[in-house]
């Protein structure tokens, strides 16, 4: 079973920065995109970076030049610099990860609980 679990958000002023991971338990044979979700109060889940396996990042067009996603297969974690933090970047940040648990056929689409990030003066 492939579990994701999420660290390093808080509370930050604006301006600040917090770099968040995102690190999978289990066995794994192989990873394929990975990614940062987040959700505000009252809004939908929307996707933030993602990361494919040969290292391509695409990102939200809010946050790109202020965030960056990175990841490291070895030790099954993703991450999220954030920098240049504002408000309305508060949000539960949610990673996910496409991964081939070893022993199995195909892709499994895994989800942490997520993680607060709060941004405020």
């Known amino acids: 079973q492939v579990q994701l679990v999420e660290s390093g958000g808080g509370s930050v002023q604006p301006g600040g920065s917090l770099r968040l991971s995102c690190t999978a338990s289990g066995s794994i044979f192989r990873f394929g995109d990975m990614r940062w979700y987040r959700q505000a109060p009252e809004k939908q889940r929307a996707m933030v970076a993602t990361?494919?396996?040969?290292?391509?990042?695409v990102y939200s067009d809010s946050v790109k030049g202020r965030f960056t996603i990175s990841k490291d297969n070895a030790k099954g974690a993703v991450y999220l610099q954030m920098d240049n933090l504002r408000p309305d970047d508060t949000a539960l940040y949610v990673c996910?990860?496409?991964?081939?648990?070893?022993?199995?056929?195909?892709?499994?689409?895994?989800w942490g609980q997520g993680i607060e990030v709060t941004v405020a003066a």
């Open positions: 996910n990860m496409d991964a081939l648990p070893s022993g199995e056929r195909f892709l499994g689409h895994f």
């Open positions: 990361i494919s396996p040969n290292g391509a990042t």
